[in-house]
Nanobody
């Protein structure tokens, strides 16, 4: 049974940093793409960043230069380092996995975590 468990969310002031973690169990990442999505109240889920185990990455334009996605193969864990946070980054952040290429479309991901809340105060 595949499980993705996020951690690291919280409340931070604008300009601050948080690091999210997504620990996976039940499968090996060797051919998987892992991604972070976010969803703010009343808005659609949107793509944030993705990484393959080859270390290829893909980012949403609005987070480029501020967010960094990385992975620890030994720990089967994906991270999202978020710097220079803005109030508009406030959302529930979820990690997701799929066996295939990096894509920014949530409907193409097979596995999802429960999400972690990130709140950025102004």
């Amino acid at each position: 049974q595949v499980q993705l468990v996020e951690s690291g969310g919280g409340l931070v002031q604008a300009g601050g940093s948080l690091r999210l973690s997504c620990a996976a169990s039940g499968y090996t990442f060797s051919s998987y793409a892992m991604a972070w999505f976010r969803q703010a109240p009343g808005q659609e889920r949107e793509f944030v960043a993705a990484i393959r185990w080859s270390s290829d990455t893909l980012y949403r334009d609005s987070v480029k230069g501020r967010f960094t996605i990385s992975r620890d193969i030994a720990k089967n864990t994906v991270y999202l380092q978020m710097n220079s946070l803005k109030p508009e980054d406030t959302a529930v952040y979820s990690c997701a996995g799929r066996d295939g290429a990096l894509v920014p479309l949530p409907r193409l991901y097979d596995y999802w975590g429960q999400g972690t809340q990130v709140t950025v105060s102004s």
